[in-house]
Structures are given as C-alpha cells and as structure tokens.
C-alpha cells in the first residue's frame, strides 16, 4: 500500500488548506486514518484521527479549526485546516493503521507566513 499526500503551500495567517492522503495498492485493512505533523527538532505529533467506527480526535491546538474526514470510495483521507497560525508551520504526514496495517505518506509542507 503507497499513501501520497498532497496540499501543502504557502499561506496567509487566518488562510485556509486541505490536504489529501489517497492510498492506493493492495487491500487497506486499517481501520484508522490519521494526520501527523513534525517542524524542525521537533517530536512528531499526532494532529487529527478518524477510526472507521466513526470516532474522531484533535490535538488541543487544533479543535476547533481543523478537521478530518475520509472518503472510503476514493480511499483517501483529508485534513480541512481553517484559520491557520504561523504554528501551524511543520510537515504533515498522513498515516493509516490498525488491523496489522500501518502505512505512513510523505509529508506536505504547510508554510504560514504574511
């Protein structure tokens, strides 16, 4: 299984981006999708997961401005982000596991700078 990120750019604060994560290859079995993100000497966090039961969850930085959703006809999974901040800055990386799957994409760079 390959998972290809995409949306990544240059934005304003306050600007808005969606990525995609479409995963194509063999069967998926995972029964959860996530966005990860990770800046420079910095620990790789986990931004927003979705299981397939339905249940969602945020990082603290992030509620309320972010959220995640998956298209499972288009096996692709997608991170909204609205009202960006300037932390928001880093790479993101699309993950999907469970099930004895776990595939990571390569990462997008979002850039939030005037």
């Known amino acids: 299984v390959q998972l290809q990120a995409s949306g990544g750019g240059l934005v304003q604060p306050g600007g808005s981006l969606r990525l995609s994560c479409v995963a194509s290859?063999?069967?998926?079995?995972?029964?959860?999708a996530g966005w990860y993100r990770q800046g420079p000497k910095k620990q790789r966090e986990l931004v927003a997961l979705?299981?397939?039961?339905?249940?969602?969850n945020y990082a603290d930085s992030v509620q309320g401005r972010f959220s995640i959703s998956v298209d499972g006809a288009k096996n692709t999974v997608y991170l909204r982000m609205d009202n960006l901040k300037p932390e928001d800055t880093d790479v993101y990386y699309c993950?999907?596991?469970?099930?004895?799957?776990?595939?990571w994409g390569q990462g997008t760079l979002v850039t939030v700078s005037s």
């Open positions: 979705k299981t397939t039961g339905g249940a969602i």
């Open positions: 290859g063999a069967i998926l079995r995972a029964n959860v």
């Open positions: 993950r999907r596991w469970g099930n004895g799957d776990d595939y």
